[in-house]
């Protein structure tokens, strides 16, 4: 079962839309997602869940707020009649896109979206600081609940929107904070559609989940989004996961997880690749391997004011990393290909 302790609130750290960072009076920290807990002030007494910090996970040394006992903002209702988080404690309204008034409701065409999949939050950030500075514009970002499901929670995406490097964010499945909630992928993309926004980014939130198994990782999701999305028109493709700098060996070079992706996406994809490496193992599962010349990102990343970690490492540091994911940027930003 999960882990309570109840603790006081002794100093409010950050605060943005959607989260607050607050100190507690063990000298622990906590998040506190405002949508489900509303604000905490000093003083308050907080119910925190300790199981990631107890269980020594990687989630960024915070407890996350469950309750406030002391809240003083009483009841506090969304617009909409879906539920996000459904049948979880702190299940909320979302008023999701798919039921508003708009004229895309019966609409299943999505040509002229051009989606890049990718497997880590990390390479979202990356890539969209890339494209950005290419098209001189935000993209579109959609975010899958494969992995954390607030939006809020996530500090690349706070750093990118603020620095006008990411646009539009749809928040889908059982993530919720987008500002466009939708029921799933599909519409979400096709509601960026509906604002003229057709540069766009899928990808799960912070906290990807990958196992020793072929088939146990977060980024499974996307075999069934490349699917959906290209057989409703778009132009889709995939990002390689690959590194130089990850100590573990199914991660060196192009990741294990990339390799089962397009073992099993049956539907043809774009897979951008660096000019100097070989194309020939996604050409016969039969995808198109597009190839750029002079690709790497790391130098761009690395004077970011947007900081970007991967595997607990400044991303920058990936040579072979930045390179497949700056070929991924070109062929979003539409760069010509060699």
Known sequence: MSSFEQRTVTHVKLERQGLQRVLLDNGTQATSLTEIIGLVEVGQRVIVNTTAIDLNLGSGGYHLVHFNLDSKQGDRMRPGRVL?????????????????????QNVSDLTGMKVLLCQLHSHVGAIAIATALHLNAPVGFVMTDQASLPLAISDIIFEAKKSDVIGVTVTTGQSFGGEIEAVTVASGVLALKERNESIVIVGCGPGHLGTNSKLGFSGLELVGHATILSKLGANVALAVRASSADKRERHRGVSHHTRTLLELIPHPIVVPIPSDVSGQEIESLGHAAVRYSDPSISDL????????QSMNRPLFEDVLACEYLGAAAMWLAGNRAV
Do not use: C, G, P, T
């Open 84 to 104: 996000k988080a459904r049948y979880l404690s702190e299940q909320l309204q979302a008023d999701v896109w798919e039921e508003q008034d708009n004229e895309s």
């Open 301 to 308: 990343l690395s004077k970011s004011n947007i900081h970007i």
